[in-house]
């Protein structure tokens, strides 16, 4: 993750570069370094160093590592050409490598061609089945062509292998919430919050979740995962306060002609107190908007 100091630097750095006053290279090394994606900028400056022999020759083995970043920068600018032409490059100066073999894979992929490049990708994953970038270039593809089961496939299966990533997980879910197969997604919001509990947004997805399948029990399980938001946030989730009030409705509703205890599951105290949270929120931020906030809370009966 990029922190700030990183940010700036690099957006100083960007802007000396735009208006012409050097630090080419040392502007796309930072890109490099930082993982970020500039494509247009690195595009427009890497390929100029490219085509300049004496800044070229000047980087030494260096030149190749440029090569390889104007490519990517290339096909996200759909400069389809370019990019050819500097994979080629690679591979007269690496004919055997798998890097410019995957290099080659996204080409076919930017060209639309998913047919070849899914054998392409196929036999790169043959040489090394643990290749996590092939495997999520798989899915990526399998989403592009509309295939939503294709994708959850690949997840499924690069998930047997890699438990532990988070972005995979998510991923899942967010394509299972889409299908609307939310028990599904429910187990992948399940499996993120074991792995990292304290991260608020997981523990919102999965209210959402939960809230959207309905039933007394999901709501319930919904309200305390909103109240677990809340608490992780300081108090500053929004979604997570009108999720409350929510939940609290529609468990008084299923509640109606129950006894007590059952009627008590609706925890008023814990709606009112989310309801005048957020009036307060609304009355800071967005005053504009309280009188909307204040009917739907009304038309909920918590206002």
Known sequence: MVTKTEETELNQLENQVENGGGGDWEYLCLVRKLKVRRSEIVFKHGLSILNDPGKR?????????????????????QSLGVAQNC????????????????LEALLLEAKGMWEEAEKAYTSLLEENPLDQVIHKRKVAMAKAQGKASLAIEHLNKYLEVFMADHDAWRELAEIYVSLQMYKQAAFCYEELILTQPTLPLYHLAYADVL??????????????????????TGGKSTRALLGICLCGSAIAQLSRG?????????????QSLAATALEKEYKQKAPAKLSLLSSALRSLKLS
Do not use: H
């Open 258 to 270: 129950r006894n007590k205890e059952d009627k008590d599951m609706a925890a008023p105290e814990l």
């Open 87 to 102: 994979i080629k490059a690679l591979q007269k100066k690496f004919p055997e490598s798998k890097r410019v073999g995957k």
């Open 57 to 77: 020759s000047a980087l030494g083995p260096e030149e190749w590592t440029l090569y390889e970043q104007v490519a990517i920068a290339a096909m996200d600018c």
């Open 211 to 232: 809230y959207t399948i309905g039933g007394l029990e999901n709501l319930i399980s919904a309200r305390k995962y909103y109240a677990a938001t809340i608490d992780l």
